[in-house]
């Protein structure tokens, strides 16, 4: 038993805490920012105010995670971001693909807990920071609401992922709030006054359908005019959850220390919308629905923005501008919403896309005046306008990723984020980014201590990719398709296809490229073909004697007319892929991206890839073979597919796909890393949709490792992430590694982008 009677004054516990690397916030960035350096050896700890991970991904908020794939509305091919984030959407796609955010909390804890160098500290607020000077943190103290504990937390470097900037804001780092004038960095998308600064708050309702009829009494804070909202009309029976964004309030505020004001005025219109959707009379059919969960707290979209040494712009993003410092990409569109939010008339957000990824550098990563603190999330160094982009969940983690591995290089090399550009560190950050699965556009992997660059490698077969057999019924071009061809530099090789019509009419078609490098955007004409078709079966030849000045795709186009119907192949190959001249309002896609003039946008066409089953390849034929698969490709140093596929693809009638690995002399080897085609091109989103697979078609499901004299000495079943880390207990003395794999599918061959071998 414990009895006080005393008067005197007392004070919480407190436990002192000391590490490599502080991260406060336990949002996605924070969860990818904390395991990349854990995995990397530094000791870690995480605090997050909350009591799940995830943040605005949590079962708390619900917001899909996402990123450069955008909803696949885009023309950013196999963009999905890589390292621990990619990890985690595989994960819940196999674990979790109906999008129940409660497993998704789950998966976020677990990947977190397995890690023995983070302590993670729940509950924990940050509301004080110690300076050893004015430009050098020296401690954080935090108090956990649950252990009533307080925290002093201290480290040489310090990570700020908690959105609203916490840290940098406490320790005096430079920052921005609101939008720039258009005059500052010469972005013609910059904002006016009248269309407002800041983004807002937004927050979810689920209802859920429970076979009986339901009453539903409103709170007396509901709206009860519900045509104050100029979009009433858009509410339907059918949407909730992160459907309805557009639930936003708050960009008239103050978006930190108006936070508790804007949650209520969105409860006031949550409420209000239910209660409109309920007790109307506009909608019979939810006469059995009731309200199943109703956001506590808001997500946010937009606060503080810290300096860093460099400020990503709306040029950075539009003309895919390059830099030497590259550590990350980004690939959402320019995405800025009127400040009035819910309020305003007009639409709730004005998006323009990029012709395909852009860099994001280093110097946007770490506060320009506090010499050891890194910042992560969607608080580095933007413009508003750049940040419309670099924002959203997926991008913000990858950069964070990018972070805590200049965390690991700083603590090996001692020295503070800014002396890694200053000093000339940025080449070996890259490719320790790149050696955890990071992609950045431009930048190969040359990692002098893998084996695999000494090994001669051989294989049992090769994809010789001659065409894709008919092997489905023919489908009309009720819309435009492409067939992505991956081509050496030199003459294009001649195209054969059959083409269906009951009636005599015409089928044009077109060979395109693109104008940038690393961009997936069609806009350049090689060769223009118009065909008479007449009813029946035609067989058509796309013969031309263009040449290509450079390895890269071409796009086989075929114009839309539903008059004409095209075979189509059921296979699945790594590194090919179809793409339509298609529409996704959702990501504001119509087709055509059509910019006025004077705001700094490019106008193109959307050719997007189709989810699955859609989305099947054309059914062609070519006069000479592309060699594009060759078991070389896998020491490449790029681990997706890009100007080409970059991968080993085994033939598919190839009972026993084989890679084998020779070296002179016996390798002393420890450890192998194998990268797998999980389909960069697949957004995973976590919440609210559901996706037919959980596991991705093109991945080697099973396979197993053999040295030179036969003995296998490891063996997977069941695989389904994108990177395989094997460490071997005992060290293996050998001059060959064999890896035989089983083809995924009879539809789709055994492919692999990347091996690597340590000793």
Not at 12 to 31: Q, W
Request: aromatic share 8%.
């Amino acid at each position: 038993m414990i009895r006080s009677e005393s008067t005197e004054k007392r004070s919480f516990p407190l436990v002192k805490l000391e590490a490599g690397l502080i991260v406060t916030g336990g949002g996605l960035s924070g969860v990818c920012s904390s395991i990349t350096a854990a995995r990397h050896g530094l000791k870690v700890v995480l605090v997050q105010d909350r009591s799940v991970l995830g943040g605005n991904a949590s079962s708390e908020i619900r917001l899909w995670i996402l990123g450069a794939t955008s909803h696949m509305g885009n023309n950013n091919r196999w963009a999905r971001e890589g390292g621990v984030v990619d990890e985690i959407l595989v994960e819940n796609m196999y674990r979790n693909p109906e999008g129940n955010p409660v497993i998704l909390d789950a998966i976020l804890l677990d990947k977190v807990a397995a890690e023995p160098n983070i302590t993670l500290l729940l509950n924990t607020v940050v509301y004080q920071v110690e300076k050893q000077d004015s430009s050098t943190i020296s401690s954080l103290k935090a108090y956990c609401s649950q252990n009533q504990t307080e925290y002093e937390l201290k480290a040489p470097l310090f990570c700020d992922a908690s959105g609203d900037g916490v840290v940098g804001f406490l320790a005096g780092a430079a920052f921005r709030m609101g939008a720039e004038s258009m005059e500052e960095f010469n972005e013609l998308f910059a904002p006016t006054k009248a269309y407002g600064e800041l983004l807002g708050h937004s927050l979810y309702f689920y209802s859920k359908d429970t076979g009986k009829p339901v009453r539903f009494v409103p709170p007396s804070f509901a709206l009860t005019d519900i045509t104050q909202i100029p979009k009433f009309r858009s509410f339907n029976s059918q949407e909730y959850g992160c459907k309805l964004w557009w639930i936003e309030y708050g960009g008239r505020m103050d978006t930190v220390h108006d936070t508790e004001k804007i949650k209520w005025e969105l409860w006031k219109i949550v409420y209000g919308v239910w209660d409109y959707i309920k007790n109307s009379g506009n909608f019979p059919e939810a006469e059995t629905l009731t309200l199943e969960w109703v956001g506590m707290i808001p997500g946010k979209r937009e606060s503080r923005r810290f300096e860093g040494d460099y400020i990503l712009k709306q040029q950075d993003v539009i003309e895919q501008r390059t830099h030497d410092d590259a550590v990350a990409f980004g690939g959402w569109s320019l995405d800025l919403h009127p400040s009035d939010g819910i309020y305003a008339s007009g639409p709730g957000c004005t998006q323009w896309h990029s012709k395909g990824i852009y860099q994001i550098p280093f110097r946007c990563l770490y506060s320009k005046n506090i010499d050891n603190l890194l910042l992560a999330g969607r608080i580095i160094s933007a413009s508003h306008v750049a940040f419309g982009s670099s924002r959203v969940m997926a991008t913000s983690a990858y950069v964070s990723q990018a972070s805590a591995m200049a965390a690991v290089l700083c603590a090996t090399l001692k020295c503070s984020p800014a002396s890694l550009y200053n000093n000339g560190a940025i080449p070996r950050l890259q490719q320790l980014l790149l050696r955890s699965g990071q992609h950045i556009p431009g930048v190969q992997l040359k990692d002098e201590d893998d084996l695999v660059q000494q090994a001669a490698i051989t294989a049992s077969s090769e994809l010789l990719f001659s065409g894709l057999e008919e092997d489905s019924a023919p489908l009309p071009l009720d819309i435009a398709v492409a067939q992505m061809i991956p081509v050496k530099a030199g003459k294009l090789p001649g195209i054969r296809l059959h083409a269906y019509s009951d009636v005599p009419t015409t089928l044009h078609a077109e060979i395109r490229t693109c104008s940038r490098t690393g961009s997936y955007t069609p806009d350049t004409a090689v060769a223009a073909f118009e065909f008479a078709l007449q009813p029946g079966k035609n067989c058509v030849q796309l013969l031309s004697d263009a040449v290509i000045n450079q390895t890269q795709y071409v796009f086989v186009m075929l114009h839309k007319n539903p008059l004409v119907k095209i075979s189509r192949s059921g296979k699945r190959i790594t590194g090919i892929l179809s793409v339509f001249n298609t529409t996704n309002p959702a990501v504001s896609n119509y087709g055509k991206q059509q910019a006025p003039d004077g705001i700094g946008i490019d106008s193109f066409e959307f050719w997007c890839a189709q989810r699955r089953p859609a989305g099947q390849n054309i059914a062609l034929q070519l006069d000479s073979p592309l060699q594009a698969f060759a078991p070389a490709n896998i020491s490449n140093g790029i681990a997706r597919p890009t100007t080409q596929p970059n991968a080993w693809v085994a033939a598919l009638n190839d009972p026993a796909p084989t890679l084998t690995l020779t070296w002179k002399a016996p390798k002393h080897i420890k450890k192998l890393i194998l990268s797998f085609d999980t389909d960069f091109d697949h957004p995973m989103e976590s919440v609210l949709m559901s996706h037919p697979e959980n596991v991705m078609p093109f991945c080697i499901r099973n396979y197993a490792i053999f040295d030179e004299s036969g003995k296998k000495v490891y063996e997977k079943k069941g695989n389904y992430q994108t990177r395989n880390e094997i460490g071997f207990p005992d060290t293996i003395i050998t001059s060959s590694l064999t890896i035989k794999a089983e083809h995924p599918s009879a539809s789709t061959p055994a492919a692999i982008f990347e091996i690597r071998c340590f000793e």
